[in-house]
């Protein structure tokens, strides 16, 4: 599907619900999920159960072209390049945990480490999760192996997002990393702190894929957890056009929808242009 088609496409899904407020743009949020299950089922044949799959890095497995060992993410190898950006989408804090608890508990599992950012008031709640999943999140602290991170401490600092800063502090955590695989996960709620965000929202998640897709090895993948009952349809089809791999009602499977950041960049230019005439 090219470019101008996949437009199409989720413009039309977005045109399904009108701009309704309070109750009844959540339950229109809530609607995605059979449209992009739908959707998917139709479009994508390589889809894998995330519930009870077996995340881990396979440690003794080697690429045909490398001395690096292989990175299995539900039962699929990822490339170095752009799809270890993932994005997961969720209705509820059940829902977002049962995705993301196998994909941490495995990445612990094989001691690799663990950059989760969350909002600034859920931090004793995600640490008493972790706990439940069987995780010491006290020596995986002390030891640096766990690095539990506010949203103000990585994108919203100082009451602003810069993505230059942003995508510099990430750098930075994984050249510190030397050489040791990290799982990122990111609670993407903090581009709702500034009404402006959003808009630059786009430009950040296209080229968040320049940052992943250029990592030297091993491969560190991020995911990016969308609550749908937060963001507006817009946000939500720009988003999902910017991740090669998704995360939908426990399913992890390729992106039709995905558009390479260079040319989505190349759109944003042209929106400005215009908006600007």
């Known amino acids: 599907m090219g470019p101008l088609r996949k437009a199409k ?31 998917f089922r139709r479009k994508s044949t390589k889809t894998l159960s995330v519930k ?13 072209d490398s001395n690096e060992p292989r990175f299995i993410l539900a039962g699929r190898e990822l490339s170095r390049r752009e ?15 049962r995705i993301l608890s196998t994909f941490i508990r495995d990445g612990f599992d094989a001691g690799e480490r663990a950059v989760h950012v969350i909002a600034p008031t859920e931090r004793s709640a995600h640490r008493a999760w972790l706990v ?24 919203f600092v100082d009451g602003k997002f810069d993505q230059v800063d942003t995508f510099t502090r990430f750098q930075r955590v994984i050249e510190q990393a030397q050489g040791a695989r990290i799982r990122f996960i990111t609670a993407m709620e903090w581009a709702l702190e500034d009404p402006s965000i959003p808009d630059a929202l786009l430009e950040y998640e296209a080229r968040t894929n320049f940052l992943w897709r250029d990592q ?43 558009i390479p950041p260079e040319e989505i960049l190349a759109e944003l230019k042209t929106r400005r242009l215009k908006s600007s005439e």
């Open 132 to 155: 439940s999943e069987g995780i010491d999140t006290d020596n995986a602290e002390k030891c640096g192996q766990l690095d539990i991170r506010s949203w103000t401490e990585t994108h």
């Open 83 to 97: 799809h270890c950006h993932i994005c997961a989408f969720f209705s509820s804090l059940e829902e977002k945990r």
């Open 9 to 39: 496409a989720v413009s039309a899904f977005a045109s399904t619900g009108g701009d309704a407020d309070g109750a009844s743009e959540v339950a229109h949020r809530r609607s995605y999920l059979p449209f992009f299950r739908g959707t």
């Open 216 to 258: 030297t090895r091993p491969i560190n993948p991020v995911i990016c957890a969308y609550d749908l009952r937060r963001f507006s349809g817009a946000t939500v089809i720009d988003v999902l056009r910017t991740h090669p791999l998704i995360i939908l009602g426990g399913i992890l499977q390729e992106n039709p929808f995905y």
């Open 52 to 64: 009870n799959t077996n995340f881990k890095h396979a440690a003794r497995q080697k690429s045909a």
